[in-house]
Structure formats: C-alpha cells, structure tokens
C-alpha cells in the first residue's frame, strides 16, 4: 500500500515528503522531545539523509513499517507515527509530536488513527508499545488507549550516553474493537 493518507477529526497521517526536513526537524532535532525516543536528537544532515531513506523505504514491497508524517490543518509535519511491523500479525507503535504541540492531544489522535489502521487494515492481532519509566505523558496516553501494562524492559535503550529502561504495553484486537473508537478515513 503506497502512498498512504488517513484522516482524522483534526489531524492528517501521510507520507513523509523532502519539504518536511525543516518541520521534522523540530521532532528529530529537539533535545527536550528525544530525551523520551529511542534516539539522540539528529543534525539537520542526518535528518535530511534519514527523511529520504523513510521515503524510499514507504515505497518498497512488503512494507516493512508504516512511518507516517502527522500533519496539521495546514499539512505542516507536527510529529511521526509509526507501525514497525512483526512476527505473527504483531506491530510496534511509536510517535512523537514537536514540543510547540504537546499537550493538544495530537499524539492520542494519531496513535488512535494509526491503531485503527493496523488492527482494520494490516489485520494485525497484537500492537505494543514501549516508553520511559519518567514518560508519564505517554504512559497516560497508553492508559487512555486501553494499553494493558506487560512489564519493564532492563536497559532497553542507549540514549544520551545511559542505558534506560522501557515499559511494555500491548493491546489485542478484540480489546480495541470492543471499543468502538472512531475510525479515520483512509485513501
């Protein structure tokens, strides 16, 4: 499936473009939204070599993950989601929203779209989903998703020079089909 748009109340998941090095970089390149990733905050160099790898990636057969542009009302990139895809109908959720966004729900919307997706139409059966023991935001947004907490992952992550722990959460499809959440249109 190429190019991929999913539609939401407020918000657009698509496609990364090469105009969206500079919006991205206030994701990728922000030391205040890396320190909760899985990555140290990437030079503009990195990231523009990094955007057009997830371009020419997007476009190959089997898609190996959906890494979409969260997009506001204006199309400008405000954040990422992705589903990495796994063994046995499985998919790991991650997003993340530049700093001048946070705390406006885009992150709950965008991970709620992409959920619907991957359960509707990748016809995935398990999505998990990892963040920071200090990531209460992220953890409130999982627990609003209905995530079930599975545990904690030792020294899952090297960032900012440490090894940090992660706390794993899932969610199966009848859990997120018996609650009816509205779907995003996707073209």
Request: net charge neutral; glycine share 8%; aromatic share 8%.
């Amino acid at each position: 499936m190429f190019p991929i748009v999913i539609t939401g109340p407020r918000l657009t998941l698509r496609e990364f473009r090469s105009n969206d090095l500079d919006a991205s970089m206030a994701v990728v390149g922000d030391p205040d939204v890396t320190r909760t990733l899985s990555f140290d905050p990437r030079s503009r160099t990195d990231q523009a070599q990094r955007l057009q790898q997830d371009i020419t990636r997007a476009q190959t057969q089997p898609r190996p993950d959906y890494y979409l542009a969260i997009a506001n009302s204006t199309d400008l990139l405000v954040g990422f989601v992705r589903i990495g895809l796994g063994r046995d109908q499985s998919g790991e959720l991650g997003y993340a929203v530049r700093r001048d966004d946070w705390g406006k729900g885009y992150a709950t919307e965008a991970a709620a779209l992409m959920l619907n997706f991957g359960f509707e139409k990748l016809r995935l059966h398990r999505i998990q989903a990892a963040c920071g023991p200090d990531n209460h935001a992220s953890q409130r947004l999982l627990a609003r998703l209905t995530f079930t907490p599975e545990g904690r992952i030792r020294d899952h992550v090297f960032t900012d020079g440490a090894w940090r722990d992660s706390l794993l959460y899932s969610i199966l499809d009848h859990e997120w089909a018996d609650q009816r959440p509205p779907t995003g249109r996707v073209r």
